[in-house]
T-cell receptor, first 114, second 119 residues
Framework: KQEVTQIPAALSVPEGENLVLNCSFT??????LQWFRQDPGKGLTSLLL?????REQTSGRLNASLDKSSGRSTLYIAASQPGDSATYLC?????????????FGEGTQLTVNP | GAGVSQSPSNKVTEKGKDVELRCDPI?????LYWYRQRLGQGLEFLIY????????KSGLPSDRFSAERTGESVSTLTIQRTQQEDSAVYLC?????????????????FGEGSRLTVL
């Protein structure tokens, strides 16, 4: 059974700092990994999707990496801003032959202080 | 519409009543998921639809829960005889099919959720 762990559970940083969020998974047989942000009372917004054949993806100030062999992904946020404050979730999708459900981590709650 | 649409956004009901939640996926997205998120907790898988294949219902917590989807269109999640522990946000997501190997293939898009409160 796939298990996804996100560390830390909460993080508070001053504005402008670069930071790294971690996601680890136990089964490396994945199809892809996706990072989301969730604002309070809202749904999930897709940030980055990494296919199993890729090592990283970038979008603006965000960079996500994937190391399947070690079961890890990181989300790097450069020059953090107060508007980045949210909960960040990673989700792993298994290979098609292994089922359909995505497994989510519990999330990292990020606060960026002005 | 451009995104996944869910209704109602908020529903307050009395214990024992039935509720129906609706999800309208992005046009052309063949796969659809329902998840539940209790207050302060992570996402809990409920059910998955893929085209005309038999749905994966393995996450439904009890026989009070059921879901339907006709083809690649709207899905409804029904909870019968609601209990207080059913209170949660119910999230729907549809999946971008894309071409195999494309960078966006398999990306999930979520709706804003339906917040259910059972009194």
């Amino acid at each position: 059974k796939q298990e996804v762990t996100q560390i830390p559970a909460a993080l508070s940083v001053p504005e402008g700092e670069n930071l790294v969020l971690n996601c680890s998974f136990t089964d490396s047989a994945i199809y892809n990994l996706q990072w989301f942000r969730q604002d309070p009372g809202k749904g999930l917004t897709s940030l980055l999707l990494i296919q199993s054949s890729q090592r990283e993806q970038t979008s603006g100030r965000l960079n996500a990496s994937l190391d399947k062999s070690s079961g890890r992904s990181t989300l790097y946020i450069a020059a953090s801003q107060p508007g980045d404050s949210a909960t960040y979730l990673c989700a792993v999708r298994p290979r098609e032959t292994s089922g359909s459900r995505l497994t989510f981590g519990e999330g990292t709650q990020l606060t960026v202080n002005p | 519409g451009a995104g996944v649409s869910q209704s109602p956004s908020n529903k307050v009901t009395e214990k024992g009543k039935d509720v129906e939640l609706r999800c309208d996926p992005i046009s052309g997205h063949t796969a659809l998921y329902w998840y539940r998120q209790r207050l302060g907790q992570g996402l809990e898988f409920l059910i998955y639809f893929q085209g005309n294949s038999a749905p994966d219902k393995s996450g439904l917590p009890s026989d009070r829960f059921s879901a339907e989807r006709t083809g690649e269109s709207v899905s409804t999640l029904t909870i019968q005889r609601t209990q207080q522990e059913d209170s949660a946000v119910y999230l729907c997501a549809s999946r971008y099919p894309g071409l195999a190997g494309s960078l966006r293939s398999g990306e999930l898009f979520f709706g804003e959720g339906s917040r259910l409160t059972v009194l």
